[in-house]
């Protein structure tokens, strides 16, 4: 396994469209390899998700380390071609960081309970009802596929805060990791 270079904002790629994986590349090895790596890289910076373009790769793939009853500890779990529905009209203001940003953190208003269908590393389908930050999480990763970054979902700029004053003055437990 390697760790992977992360792409920064700036970079087209992480405006690019991505494309849609077919089911016979999941079970190939440059793909199995891309997604150990991948697990690989977002441990490696701690990060909770990480998603292709953000290791130049333009495929609707992310990992994220994930509990999807919300309590636990996170697995890293596997998305290919996710597809999001939000299960609840409302907005909820979080904090979110992303490794392709460092040292920043803004609050981002995301839907607080979804639906994720998404193929796994094998090529299965599977779905998954998230609630609150795993539903976060997924939401935060499935934009990257779409050219999406956190700073576009803000309602004002208002709270962006580099990490030392985050730490200083916002931090709650939990609330330290990128995506
Ligand atoms: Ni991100």
Sequence with gaps: MSILKVARMG?????????VIDKHEIRTEVFQKLVDDMIETMEEYSGVGLAAPQ???GKRLFVALLDPSGRGE?????FVNPE???LSDARVDGWEGCLSIPDIRGRVPRAPHVKISALNREGKRFELELR????RVVQHEADHLDGV????RMRTFESLTFMEEF???KAQP?????E
């Design 11 to 19: 970079h087209p790629v992480l405006r690019a469209r991505t494309r």
């Design 55 to 57: 290791v130049h790769e």
């Design 74 to 78: 996170g697995e890293p779990m596997v």
């Design 84 to 86: 999001i529905t939000p």
């Design 132 to 135: 609150d930050f795993p539903a």
């Design 149 to 152: 970054l956190f700073f576009d």
């Design 167 to 169: 730490s200083r003055y």
């Design 174 to 178: 939990d609330e330290e990791d990128d």
